[in-house]
């Protein structure tokens, strides 16, 4: 009887450890999959080409976005503990219902420096823009949510991309967020 609860308590045991390990590696395989390729010569790496054409809703009129985020190697590369990374540009467009152009812009992640500290910026790639729905529902202006971070990992700080009905564009830094620790690598540069 006393064997049973043994291997029990090591069945147990042994399903816990290995358990743990897997989450582990799905962060990592999450990371890996946003890199959509590595120059071979230089060792700098890509994120994947992203669109989204959708249509929204804001203040009960309808209105069709397009969110394009494509790695750029016009723009200075990024390089960290974790490598050199191309940094990205972000085409936005909102039009009405009828076709007429509301907002067109290509972000960078300067239009955000007046956010972060410039030595912060340099370590930072512009990771992403999307439609905040539950913000947007809540008032009568488009919300998107953007972000810039340290590539490939959890560090990163979100901002709020407010355009009007009539096209016009302000941006807030999410207060939510603490001051930045400090930022890894900086021996690199």
């Given amino acids: 009887m006393k064997q049973i609860y043994f291997l029990l308590v090591v069945l147990l045991v042994v399903m816990t450890a290995c358990g743990g390990k897997k989450d582990a590696s799905g962060d990592a395989e999450q990371l890996m999959f946003q890199i959509d390729s590595v120059d071979h010569v230089t ?33 200075p590369s990024v390089k960290s503990d974790l490598g050199l990374f191309a940094d990205n540009r972000i085409v936005v467009r909102i039009s009405r219902e009828n076709g007429s152009r509301v907002f067109a812009k290509t972000f960078t992640k300067q239009n955000f420096s007046g956010f972060v500290s410039a030595d912060n910026l340099r370590h930072f790639i512009l990771e992403g823009v999307v439609f905040d729905e ?14 810039v971070s340290y590539p490939q990992t959890d ?35």
């Fill in 155 to 189: 560090l990163y700080i979100p901002f709020s991309i407010t355009i009007t009905p009539e096209g016009k564009m302000s941006m807030s830094k999410n207060e939510d967020m603490g001051e930045l620790p400090p930022v890894l690598g900086d021996s690199l540069n």
């Fill in 43 to 75: 060792g700098l790496q890509r994120m994947q080409v992203s669109r989204i054409d959708q249509q929204i809703v804001c203040g009960g009129k309808k209105y069709n976005l397009f969110i394009e985020r494509a790695p750029s190697d016009s723009l």
């Fill in 134 to 147: 539950e913000k947007t529902r809540e008032g009568k202006n488009i919300i998107l949510a953007a972000s």
